[in-house]
């Protein structure tokens, strides 16, 4: 079979055709490569916000506050004269320390905690729980807790942030090794 003179230019132009369309496949395979690739970035470090900024010094903090809250040190009667003074002093050193940086931590990262209503609502009352403690406080009431006054600490706050922060810390995981197949 002999290629015919005339049917070259033919042949030429569908080999163009081919290298081209070939050309543009590959560009568009690329370009969805680079889209997947930069979706996946954004959802890595929308989850290493959440947890970074977020769950993990929130978890943190509710975690020391009820250690501190449930020690029993700061009322102990083992301290004998000196239990005022080292009850006002874990009180101001580490209990509204704590508060403060935590009533921080939710006003500062508040748009992270990723929209569930349970947990909005828990935070919402863990802030104004904290505002009445420190306003006692800073009032100069030592002796009076929030609860007594209607404004009882959430209940389930900090299981419910432990079961979101372990569940982003699995999803961000299983996020990150995924990175070796979009490379």
Same mark, same amino acid.
């Given at each position: 079979m002999s290629i015919e003179i005339a049917n070259v230019p033919l042949y030429l132009l569908f080999t163009g055709l081919g290298f081209l369309l070939k050309f543009a496949f590959d560009r568009y395979a690329e370009h969805k490569d680079s889209v997947r690739f930069e979706a996946w970035k954004v959802q890595a470090n929308n989850l290493e916000a959440r947890l970074s900024k977020f769950y993990w010094p929130l978890h943190c903090r509710l975690q020391r506050g009820s250690m501190a809250w449930e020690s029993d040190n700061h009322r102990s009667n083992?301290?004998? $004269?000196?239990? +005022?003074?080292?009850? $006002?002093?874990? +009180?101001?050193g580490v209990i509204i320390q704590n508060h403060k940086e935590t009533r921080k931590i939710i006003q500062d990262n508040f748009h992270l905690y990723g929209g569930d209503y349970e947990i909005e609502e828990k935070l919402i009352r863990l802030l104004h729980h904290i505002d009445i403690?420190?306003?006692l406080r800073d009032s100069g009431i030592e002796d009076i807790d929030p609860m007594w006054l209607g404004e009882p600490w959430p209940q389930d706050i900090e299981s419910l942030i432990e079961q979101k922060l372990h569940k982003l810390q699995r999803d961000y995981d299983t996020h990150l090794a995924k990175a070796s197949s979009l490379m």
């Amino acid at each position: 079979m002999s290629i015919e003179i005339a049917n070259v230019p033919l042949y030429l132009l569908f080999t163009g055709l081919g290298f081209l369309l070939k050309f543009a496949f590959d560009r568009y395979a690329e370009h969805k490569d680079s889209v997947r690739f930069e979706a996946w970035k954004v959802q890595a470090n929308n989850l290493e916000a959440r947890l970074s900024k977020f769950y993990w010094p929130l978890h943190c903090r509710l975690q020391r506050g009820s250690m501190a809250w449930e020690s029993d040190n700061h009322r102990s009667n083992k301290l004998g $004269k000196d239990k +005022d003074r080292f009850a $006002k002093s874990f +009180d101001e050193g580490v209990i509204i320390q704590n508060h403060k940086e935590t009533r921080k931590i939710i006003q500062d990262n508040f748009h992270l905690y990723g929209g569930d209503y349970e947990i909005e609502e828990k935070l919402i009352r863990l802030l104004h729980h904290i505002d009445i403690y420190l306003s006692l406080r800073d009032s100069g009431i030592e002796d009076i807790d929030p609860m007594w006054l209607g404004e009882p600490w959430p209940q389930d706050i900090e299981s419910l942030i432990e079961q979101k922060l372990h569940k982003l810390q699995r999803d961000y995981d299983t996020h990150l090794a995924k990175a070796s197949s979009l490379m």
